[in-house]
């Protein structure tokens, strides 16, 4: 539709241009013509633009139908303001009245004339119509003829096939643009599977490159500890070694000889008495007490160098004024003093309590008036008794309190407390006291989770089910313990076909042996009692 209504007004714009360039073409010999012509042709002439005014003219158009009026001229381009014609004699009356001086003969047609020339001054003529405005004139739509059927259906298929060749380009380019989109996509899936196998192919060469940076950074630690190790390798010299731990030996002595003459401060002092009998410091022993000759000599170097430096951080051994100090202190401690005799009020006490109890309350006088007032003053025995009574009471809120606190902790245990159907709000300890059945936010009564209305036909559908499946196992378990008979076979004659034939008989029921086999079993047990008499007679 949007391409017919395009066509259309492609058409409409080249008929227009083309009646302008008509009108222009004809409006310079029209002009030449008019100009040569008289007053006679003038008068003519509007009286007949007098009539084309009256009545409109239409034109049809050439493509769609459309009807176009010829434009009127404007206000000031009117001939007369009447809509009747003008005829000879009603001009030349006119003529008579306005020219007061003209004689009273009959004005012949040249007069009528030159008056009309006069008045037809002041008014636009044709021409000056046709300047202003640039509609088309007469002469052009006269001239134009009117397509004919076939020319129209000729006009009407060059549009349609016009419009379909537009449509089929639109078409092309919105299904050039959708293979454009979708090349497009799939240029865009193509990148992005390729980047992601870049990525990978990066995050493996990464991890080569890192392990094999790990492994030469391996092998420079491999080859630095063996540098290191070549470097500060000992070569064997007993010499060395001998000389190392006579240095230590004599470096310990010294250190101990100058450590007496020290002067030490009062408090370090303190704090080595404090610490006892220890007395630590560094010692050498003599080999002789710690390894023989012959486990000696067969020491690497590695352990004669471990075993003198163990050597060396040996403690001092405590000489024997220290052993006879400690003694004496042992032996004080061990023997049991004689205790003191204790005299007053401290003589019935605990040493814990002599030392520990130290408060003593002072008795004065008031606490001996205390003691000795007596109850026969009205005031003290009422106050007394308000005493007591508010000590009761006291004690009487107590027990409540706790007795109220136990019976609440009992009932928020329970498990079947009523609670609200609609906001779940329980119902309190308090509520159920005051008796109050209804929820203070909801405003509804309060309902028991599980009411037996509705659950008692679930209860009784479980207990029957149960019972069914109790017997159930009783049956199964009679099955089990019932002996099973064996099913026999037996021949039997067939009347259809005049044969015997092997049937299996059903099995029996222990309801259908029961009374044979106690009959038999009973039988059986006459017999035997028979024949044990038999015996003990004959014998």
């Known amino acids: 539709m949007e391409m017919a209504d395009i066509n259309e007004d492609i058409a409409k714009d080249k008929q227009s241009t083309a009646l302008q360039a008509f009108v222009e073409s004809n409006r310079t010999g029209h002009d030449d013509e008019i100009r040569e012509t008289t007053s006679l042709s003038k008068f003519a002439n509007a009286l007949s633009t007098e009539k084309e005014a009256s009545t409109p003219l239409t034109v049809a158009g050439v493509d769609d139908g459309i009807t176009e009026e010829i434009a009127k001229p404007s206000a000031s381009q009117q001939v007369t303001p009447n809509s009747e014609q003008i005829t000879l004699a009603q001009l030349a009356s006119s003529s008579a009245k306005t020219n007061e001086n003209a004689p009273a003969r009959q004005p012949s047609l ?55 060749v537009e449509l089929a380009k639109a078409n092309n380019v919105k299904q050039a643009s959708t293979v454009a989109k979708v090349l497009g996509t799939i240029a865009v899936e193509e990148k992005e599977a390729v980047s992601k196998q870049v990525d ?102 590695t352990q004669k160098r471990l075993l003198y430096a163990t050597l060396v951080e040996q403690k001092a051994r405590p000489s024997k004024k220290d052993n006879q100090a400690h003694m004496e202190y042992i032996n004080r401690m061990a023997t049991p003093l004689k205790p003191k005799k204790r005299v007053g009020k401290e003589q019935f006490a605990k040493d814990d309590d002599r030392r520990h109890c130290k408060f003593k309350p002072k008795l004065g006088r008031g606490s001996a008036e205390s003691g000795r007032r007596s109850d026969v003053d009205d005031d003290d025995a009422k106050d007394n008794q308000d005493f007591i009574r508010r000590m009761e009471a006291a004690e009487k809120a107590k027990n409540e309190a706790i007795r109220r606190q136990r019976a609440e902790r009992l009932y928020l245990a329970q498990i079947d407390k009523k609670e609200c159907p609609k906001c779940g709000n329980p119902q309190s300890y308090a509520e159920v006291q005051q008796k109050r059945k209804q929820c203070p936010n909801c405003g509804v009564s309060y309902k028991s989770r599980l009411a037996w209305a509705e659950i008692s036909q679930e209860f009784f559908e479980r207990v029957e089910e149960s019972e ?65 008499t038999k015996f003990e007679l004959c014998a």
């Open 200 to 301: 990978l192919a990066m995050h493996e060469a990464v991890g080569q490159v890192n392990q094999a940076k790990d492994e030469k950074t391996e092998e420079i630690l491999r080859k630095a500890v063996r540098d290191v190790h070549d470097a500060f390798e000992y070569k064997s010299s007993p010499g060395a070694v001998d000389r190392a731990v006579e240095i230590l030996v004599d470096k310990s002595k010294r250190s101990s000889i100058t450590r007496a003459s020290v002067s030490v401060d009062r408090d370090v002092h303190r704090s080595r008495q404090s610490h006892g009998l220890r007395h630590p410091g560094p010692s050498m022993k003599p080999r002789k007490d710690q390894l023989s000759s012959f486990q000696l000599n067969h020491l690497t170097e």
């Open 110 to 164: 040249m007069d009528v004339a030159k008056t009309f020339n006069r008045t037809s001054e002041s008014r636009a003529s044709l021409v000056d119509v046709a300047k202003n405005t640039k509609s088309s004139s007469l002469l052009e739509v006269a001239s134009k003829r009117q397509p004919s059927l076939i020319e129209a259906v000729k006009q009407r298929q060059e549009k349609d096939n016009a419009s379909l």
């Open 468 to 532: 069914d499946q109790k017997q159930r196992n009783l049956e199964q378990i009679a099955l089990e313990v019932t002996p099973v008979f064996r099913t026999r076979q037996k021949r039997v004659y067939n009347p259809r076909t005049n044969t015997f034939v092997t049937v299996k008989s059903k099995p029996l029921s222990w309801e259908e042996v029961e009374f044979d086999f106690m009959s038999r079993v009973r039988l059986d047990e006459k017999n035997r009692i028979t024949v044990r």
